[in-house]
Structures are given as C-alpha cells and as structure tokens.
C-alpha cells in the first residue's frame, strides 16, 4: 500500500513541526515541515493521503510529548 519513501516522508513532516516548536526554537522549519507531506501525498488516492497525514500527525503529537515528564518533575515534584 505504501512504499518506504510515502512514510518516511510524513514521519519528517511531524520531526520537523516538532523541531519548530519553542523548545529547540528553530521556528523557520514550520515553514518548511509541510513540503515532505505534499510530495508523499502526491497521485494518491483521498483515503491514502488521509492516512499518511494522519500518521505524520501522530509522528508529530507523540514526539511533542516530551514537555508532559518536565513539567511532572520539575513542578510536580515527584
């Protein structure tokens, strides 16, 4: 259904909206971090764009979780 080159772009899509958020503050990539999506996207059917999407989404959700363990210890103190 998908070949290497479709996932790992989308998985670059959502490393690289990560790596523009505050934290390493390289916020010029959130321009750029779409451009890998749109070519894995490209001649696909609508259900197979959705799902690559969704997948650079998740990439992109899971790897933002890191502020989750910081804020427990250094506020929470536990």
């Known amino acids: ?4 080159k479709r996932i790992s772009c ?3 899509s959502g490393v690289l909206l990560t790596l523009s958020f505050p934290t390493p ?3 010029f990539l959130a321009w750029l971090a779409m451009v890998p999506l749109m070519f894995s996207i490209e001649s696909c ?3 197979q764009s959705f ?8 990439v992109h959700f899971t790897s933002l979780l890191y502020w989750i363990y910081y ?3 250094h506020y ?3």
């Not at 259904?1 to 290497?4: E, S």
């Open 71 to 73: 804020v427990v210890n």
């Open 10 to 12: 989308a998985v670059l």
């Open 45 to 47: 059917s609508y259900r």
């Open 76 to 78: 929470g103190k536990v």
């Open 51 to 58: 799902l690559l999407g969704w997948f650079a989404g998740f």
């Open 25 to 27: 503050s390289w916020f």
């Open 1 to 4: 259904m998908f070949d290497r």
